[in-house]
């Protein structure tokens, strides 16, 4: 599992690609995949910039004042913490590859629909912290709905995710981000709208459809990203802004007394073991019970 690979190779966890402290406009990110490594615990004192200002969470540069002594304090002590992300989208869209290209590194042409749920953790340290982002990946085909819908909950960071290259896609993330909406408060997670598969199209149809979906984008208060899986185009980028903002977000409730510090332990994560154990009890009944 990834946790225990990145425990033994901590610095594959820890390289950033945090260049300029302004949000890259789309025509100006190359092709380059993947970028030299620069420390995390930059981050401290830099947030990961926005991919456009079109369609952008948050543009201000610097981490909140309040973060930089409650790192401090928690790398003192090695008190982690660690955020839920969860995809969703259609069947197809490209929601494993996205995941599987962050979180090892690896693309398969070949698709294999997603049963059900599974999930990853990345860990990073952001400075001096310990920091994890533990990463649903849910089904997208129907008859699944139902048992992804039970992993929405508590989600700190919700991704919408499209195929670029299919507009039909783009139009279902609404229903998509409802039905997690109604599984967490509103204004409690950072949502995400990702167009996949960006390598498919031409540079004028990527753009005509970047307009299509930061409209959406607006509507559904998420913050807009254009990646490819297959070239590894954007992805890391678009996942360190995700651990940026969950991580200050986190800081910033635990210090308003909204949240309990998460401390990440043996016991605070769940086994990947565990959940394959419950995942299956659960999917056993459910198709009994029909
Ligand atoms: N060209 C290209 N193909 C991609 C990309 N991402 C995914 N694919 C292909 O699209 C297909 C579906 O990818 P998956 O990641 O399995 O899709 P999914 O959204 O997880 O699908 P479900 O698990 O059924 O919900 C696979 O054949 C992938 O190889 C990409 O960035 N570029
Ligand atoms: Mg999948």
């Known amino acids: 599992m990834n946790f225990v690979s990145h425990l033994q190779h901590p610095l594959l966890s820890c390289y950033t690609a945090f260049g300029p402290s302004h949000g890259p406009s789309p025509t100006q990110i190359t092709h380059c995949p993947y970028f030299p490594p620069v420390w995390f615990s930059s981050l401290c004192h830099q947030t990961s910039p ?15 004042a309040q973060v930089k002594s409650v790192c401090q304090d928690r790398a003192s002590r090695s008190m982690g913490m660690m ?3 969860v995809m969703l989208g259609d069947l197809y869209v490209g929601k494993t590859c996205l995941i599987n290209r962050f979180c090892k590194n690896m693309f398969d042409r070949d698709y294999k629909a997603t049963i059900g749920v ?29 048992i992804a819908s039970a992993y929405y909950r508590g989600a700190q960071v919700i991704i919408t995710v499209f195929d670029l290259a299919d507009i039909k896609t783009l139009d279902h993330t609404r229903q998509w981000l409802e039905e997690a909406m109604k599984e967490n ?35 559904m208060q998420a913050e807009f990203w254009s990646v490819s899986a297959k070239t590894g185009e954007n992805v890391q ?32 994560l769940i086994s ?11 999917f056993f009944f459910l198709r009994n019970g029909q």
Not at 50 to 58: G, M, R, V
């Open 50 to 64: 926005w991919y456009t200002p079109e369609a952008c969470l948050q543009m201000k540069d610097c981490w909140h």
């Open 83 to 85: 955020s839920k992300v």
């Open 118 to 146: 599974d999930f990853e953790i990345e860990k990073f340290e952001l400075s001096g912290v310990p920091y994890s982002l533990q990463i649903w990946d849910t089904a997208g085909q129907e008859k699944f709905k139902c």
């Open 185 to 219: 408060d509103p204004g409690s997670c950072f949502v995400f709208l990702v167009g996949t598969k960006r390598d498919l199209l031409s540079s004028a149809e990527c753009r005509k459809m970047e307009r299509d979906a930061i409209k959406i984008a607006n509507e």
């Open 237 to 268: 980028d678009l996942f360190f802004r995700v651990a940026a903002l969950a991580f200050e977000d986190a800081i910033l409730k635990e210090v308003e007394g909204v949240t309990a510090p998460t401390v990440i332990g043996p016991g605070g």
């Open 272 to 282: 990947k073991f565990f959940f394959f154990f419950f995942f299956f009890f659960f």
